[in-house]
């Protein structure tokens, strides 16, 4: 597969289904409101999407080693995946009650964290098991500290 599908695809999926999680369970956390989480995934999958896009796109450009077309197509590759990915997880807060769709857009991106492990440790003949649960353990901590912290401002501001 080409390379700047898999750092697009690679880099878009992981950051959108960690920070959609971050995202989704702070504010459920903060508002138990379900337009306000909604509100926030779509903000986050444009203005985030974007911003890693052009992230990727200097950060290829630093290092000098690649073609003009090979640095766009990782951009875009990375905004799309990005972009995507994070709009998997707005049905589920649609149409489920948000209690259940906050569990079951933690399993659905904790699924997708584990076939991305499971793919790039595959490619370059890492430790697949060792891979998945490193990447599980950052992704859970993200989850854990996004719902004390919108705990707490909730706590605080006693909304």
């Known amino acids: 597969m080409k390379a700047t599908l898999l750092k697009g695809v690679g880099f878009g999926l992981t950051s959108g289904v960690i920070t959609t ?3 989704i369970v702070g504010l459920y956390a903060d508002t138990h409101f379900k337009p306000v989480v909604l509100a926030g995934m779509i903000v986050l999958a444009i203005a985030d999407a974007m911003s890693d896009a052009i992230g990727i796109h200097i950060s290829e450009e630093a290092e000098g080693e690649h073609a003009a077309k090979e640095i766009w197509e990782a951009t875009i590759f990375t905004f ?3 972009f995507t990915f994070t709009l998997t997880f707005v049905p589920l807060i649609i149409f489920l009650e ?3 769709a906050i569990l079951t857009s933690i ?3 904790l699924f997708l964290i584990v076939i991305v ?3 790039t440790a595959k490619l370059q003949n890492k430790n697949i098991h060792r891979a998945i649960a490193e ?3 950052v992704t859970m901590l993200v989850i854990i500290f ?3 912290v919108g705990d707490a401002i909730y ?3 006693g909304v």
């Open 117 to 119: 492990s499971f793919y």
């Open 80 to 82: 799309s995946s990005k």
């Open 146 to 148: 996004a719902y004390y």
């Open 155 to 157: 706590g605080y501001f």
């Open 107 to 109: 399993v659905w991106g």
């Open 98 to 100: 948000m209690s259940t």
């Open 135 to 137: 990447h599980l353990l």
């Open 21 to 23: 999680l971050g995202i």
